[in-house]
């Protein structure tokens, strides 16, 4: 397994590749995106990860990594590409893998290792087989109902189930799940990830290997929605939820996760409606969750407005209000799918107040909040008459907010 073609360089398919290629093999990683490409063959990177940009130069400038439009041939392809969805009903968007499959299958020769890790609905990698079969009827691929067919082209799922922020480390270090369409197709795709692996793993089929991934990011998505809940609960009753949810954690059975702004990210707020789609009938918890996690930005906003109208009967006719955080999460620059920013817009259109916007980790805001004005945090806590905190960054965790401001702590750091 000495050369290997990753498609997609993004969150997921760069640091693999990097990893693969800072263990000997020679890689061939694809993107569509042509800044993303000529920014990796400079031995940079095009987003942040830390740690992530060494490895890359010292992959690149050992030859070991080259980024290319075209994929060329090569002993295993891995598939990092998007896997969105699309429409009200959540419905996975699968036409990357598509796109994917025509593109490889011209190369494909017998013995080769053609590995999906893209986030997918149980049946993804089946419906690839049936796009890599069409192109390529000159060669046999496994049948997932047929495990132990030979077959000339061995093909597995195997999610990643890294931490964006600890992908380096996460890589090497977290026991990896390997599904295999055949037994023999799990022995060769955890012949490609030994390259670097140190963690377990773990043998299963396909479809139980793409059920896995869903299933791990809807249990988080779960036990935040618990969270959520009972902050909405406790606001109400007046109780403060981050030290009841303290408390309760105390119980050795029992291990809450932190209430939000809501829940952001491309998989989490993601992945749960795969298995939703799939299974209407049936995902009643698993769709409350991803409910009640989508709709406690506008319990915040709600929030946020009612101290707007406090100050404004007190005579203060456009409050100025500070968001502090835009990120998805704390301590990341990550913008995408982030609640934060949906309450800034959400703020910045309905124009009851003037709003501030704080966030550290990036330098410009984006284009959906064109029209906000981003300042530092000294300025915001000077100038703002409430400050809502929307995310838990180490910069808000370290100063002293005022205490003669009316604040709104979505993430609990007071
Ligand atoms: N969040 C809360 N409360 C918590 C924990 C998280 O509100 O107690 C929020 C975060 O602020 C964020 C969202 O949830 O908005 C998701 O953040 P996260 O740190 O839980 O997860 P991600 O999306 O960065 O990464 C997840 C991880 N999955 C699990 O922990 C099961 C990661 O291991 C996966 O590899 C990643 O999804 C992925 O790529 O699927």
Known sequence: MKNICVFGLGYIGLPTAAMFAHHGAN???????????????????????????????????????????????????????????KGSNHEPDLSYIQAVSKALAPLLEKGDVVILESTSPVGATEKMVEWLA??????????????????????????ERVLP?????????????????????????????????????????????????????????????????????????????????DLANHHPRVNILQPGAGVGGHCIAVDPWFIVNQNPNEAKIIR??????????????????????KLKDQGIAKPMVALLGLAFKPDIDDLRESPAVNIAKTMLDADNANILL????????????????????????????????????SEFKSVNLPSNKSIVDAVGII
């Open 27 to 85: 890689v061939i990683g694809v993107d569509v995106n042509q800044h993303a490409v000529d920014t990796i063959n400079q031995g940079k990177i095009h987003i942040v990860e830390p740690g992530l940009e060494a490895i890359v130069k010292q992959a690149v400038d050992n030859g070991k990594l080259k980024a290319s439009l075209e994929p060329v041939n090569a002993d295993a392809y891995l598939i990092a590409v998007p896997t969105p969805f």
């Open 358 to 393: 704080v966030e550290p980790n990036i330098e410009k805001l984006p284009e959906k909040l064109g029209c906000g004005t981003l300042v530092s945090l000294g300025t915001a806590l000077e100038q703002a008459n409430i400050i809502a905190v929307l995310v838990g960054h």
């Open 134 to 159: 069409e192109e390529r009827s000159d060669l046999s691929f496994p049948k997932y109902h047929e495990p132990d067919t030979e077959a000339d082209i061995f093909v597995a799922y195997c999610p």
């Open 288 to 309: 409350a969750a991803r409910e009640i996690n989508d709709s406690k930005p506008s319990w915040v906003v709600d929030k946020i407005n009612a101290e707007v109208d």
């Open 165 to 245: 922020g600890k992908v380096v480390e996460e890589l090497i270090s977290n026991d990896r799940i390997i599904g295999g369409m055949t037994k023999e197709s799990t022995a060769k795709a955890k012949e490609v990830y030994r390259i670097f692996v140190e963690g377990e793993l773990l043998e299963t089929n396909s479809r139980t290997a793409e059920m896995a991934k869903l299933t791990e990011n809807a249990s988080r998505d779960v036990s935040i929605a618990f969270a959520n809940e009972l902050s909405i609960i406790s606001d109400k009753l007046d109780i403060n939820v981050w030290e009841l949810i």
